[in-house]
T-cell receptor, first 113, second 114 residues
Framework: AQTVTQSQPEMSVQEAETVTLSCTYD???????LFWYKQPPSRQMILVIRQEAYKQQNATENRFSVNFQKAAKSFSLKISDSQLGDTAMYFC??????????FGAGTRLTVKP | ETGVTQTPRHLVMGMTNKKSLKCEQH?????MYWYKQSAKKPLELMFV???????ENNSVPSRFSPECPNSSHLFLHLHTLQPEDSALYLC?????????????FGPGTRLTVT
């Protein structure tokens, strides 16, 4: 079974600074998808960024980027120029092709003014 | 808004009650999901429906009964629940077959079992 580990239960960062959230996963598959989701307080979970395992290039979405290390089974999220609205729970997720998405336990990020 | 709605947003029920959670997606997706989110635990996938057929049932107790009458609607029928079933129940949808596979989540139903 695939497992996803987020080793940082809580993190904080000063506004405008950069923060990196860690995620590792365990799988024997070669083709799969990785995601970062954001769940703001009392709001819906939304997709931040995704990465296809067959792509070597790291995905980027504006201030959000990933460092995908396939051999190390690592998928970290970097948030640049942190904003107060980035305060949320962040979940790393792994999925094969069969809709079975596995989530990590989450990292609570607080952006401080 | 993600295009996935859930009702009710909050529900308090006794252990002998019967209630239902409703999910509706307005995205034209063909797969829908129920997840359970408990404090300090990873999201637990409960049920998956693809093209209105159940394709996944992750050892969920029979006191949870899903129903998918069409591709836009998903229900979770609840009966004789236990206090440990108190959690946030999330619905999600996705479009199979076109790649991407990202799931779109609803706001959740906060369930409290007394």
């Amino acid at each position: 079974a695939q497992t996803v580990t987020q080793s940082q239960p809580e993190m904080s960062v000063q506004e405008a600074e950069t923060v990196t959230l860690s995620c590792t996963y365990d799988t024997s598959e070669n083709n799969y998808y990785l995601f970062w989701y954001k769940q703001p307080p009392s709001r819906q979970m939304i997709l931040v960024i995704r990465q296809e395992a067959y792509k070597q290039q790291n995905a980027t979405e504006n201030r959000f980027s990933v460092n995908f290390q396939k051999a190390a089974k690592s998928f970290s999220l970097k948030i640049s120029d942190s904003q107060l609205g980035d305060t949320a729970m962040y979940f790393c997720a792994f999925m094969k092709h069969n809709n079975d998405m596995r989530f990590g336990a989450g990292t609570r990020l607080t952006v401080k003014p | 808004e993600t295009g996935v709605t859930q009702t009710p947003r909050h529900l308090v029920m006794g252990m002998t009650n019967k209630k239902s959670l409703k999910c509706e997606q307005h995205l034209g997706h063909n797969a829908m999901y129920w997840y359970k989110q408990s404090a300090k635990k990873p999201l637990e996938l409960m049920f998956v429906y693809s093209l209105e057929e159940r394709v996944e049932n992750n050892s969920v107790p029979s006191r949870f009964s899903p129903e998918c009458p069409n591709s836009s609607h998903l229900f979770l029928h609840l009966h004789t629940l236990q206090p440990e079933d108190s959690a946030l129940y999330l619905c999600a949808s996705s479009q199979e077959g076109t790649g991407g596979y990202e799931q779109y989540f609803g706001p959740g139903t906060r369930l409290t079992v007394t």
